[in-house]
């Protein structure tokens, strides 16, 4: 059950004031601190819907230091955007968006962007029990059954999931066994139980005395051995190719890794009834710092 749906929505947020209130409340949760010198010792200026720090006397408001304070675009329209990029399942191009909303392309591209940026999940755990590993080349039709690189227009995705658990999903240039052991030995926990893979070459070795590596041989047809099979893999890869072809038709290399952070995170939240909410309160944590880009809102 998910705890947002748009009437919801549409009720509790329609106005400015009900979305700055619902900022605050989950930017500061402890109440209302200075960005500038943490104080919290805070007087409202409720005329011009700020805060004054009576330390540093800094004025600042809500989305002060966010990605969303340089946009000149309402937070109400905020609030649409995050529900509909993490509402849709399969995601949301900037296309539609930009029809949904009403705005330029350029604003629906930079939301699409920057919400895609607070769904990044910067503290992902290790995998455990039992992880399933797996490689699929993005861009272009063409069957590639070597190791090193194929050409710059094609990417390989290597994957690994936790059975009943959470995906990890990168953009290499290759399936070598250097790539794909790095990749395992970041991602999954020394003491997983096992790795189950198919039999490709640079899978070899991955096990050592905590973690088992099983292989079913799809070259010999083989697909599943009792409980040894890569399924759970494969559906992401049937799902991430569906989202990718059926919302976005092509995605760039370039913005690859983003829309792996998305789809990984919707992976990932795909049980979680407070995503909406989640996804708020990570733009209320992200900063402008290292973004500082303004756009035309509308
Ligand atoms: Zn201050």
Redesign the pocket.
């Known amino acids: 059950m998910q705890d947002m749906d748009l009437p919801k929505l549409v009720n509790r947020f329609h106005s400015e004031d009900k979305c700055r209130a619902y900022l605050e409340e989950l930017r500061w949760p402890d109440g209302v601190e200075?960005p500038?010198?943490k104080?919290k010792k805070i007087s409202r200026l409720t005329e011009r819907k700020q805060y004054e720090?009576s330390?540093?006397r800094?004025q600042f408001s809500v989305t002060a230091g966010t990605i969303m304070h340089d946009s000149h675009l309402s937070l109400w329209k905020w609030f649409l955007a995050i529900y509909l990029v993490t509402e849709s399942k399969k995601g949301i191009s900037a296309k539609q968006l930009q029809r949904m909303l009403d705005v330029s392309y350029k604003t629906a591209w930079y939301l699409c962007h920057r919400i895609r940026d607070a769904m990044g999940d910067d503290e992902q755990l290790p995998l455990k029990s039992i992880v399933e590993a797996d490689e699929t080349w993005h861009g272009g039709k063409k069957k590639y059954t070597g190791s090193g690189p194929y050409n710059s227009h094609k990417k390989v995705i290597i994957g690994a999931v936790e059975r009943g658990g959470e995906v990890r999903l990168r953009m290499a240039a290759g399936r070598d066994r250097g790539t794909l052991h790095r990749f395992l030995n970041e991602v999954v926990d020394d003491k997983a139980e096992a790795i189950y893979t198919d039999d490709w070459v640079g899978y070899v070795g991955i096990a050592d005395e905590d973690t088992f590596h099983k292989t079913v041989n799809h070259a010999h047809k083989e697909w599943v051995r009792g409980d040894v099979h890569s399924n759970t893999i494969e559906n992401v890869w049937s799902h991430f190719k569906r989202s990718v072809i059926g919302s976005y038709h092509q995605v760039s290399v370039k913005h690859l890794p983003k829309y792996l952070d998305e789809f990984e995170w919707r992976y990932n939240n795909r049980t979680n009834p407070f995503l909406f909410r989640d996804t708020v309160k990570a733009i209320t944590q992200s900063d402008t710092l290292t973004v500082r880009k303004l756009i035309d809102g509308k």
């Open positions: 200075c500038r010198c104080s720090c330390d540093c800094y």
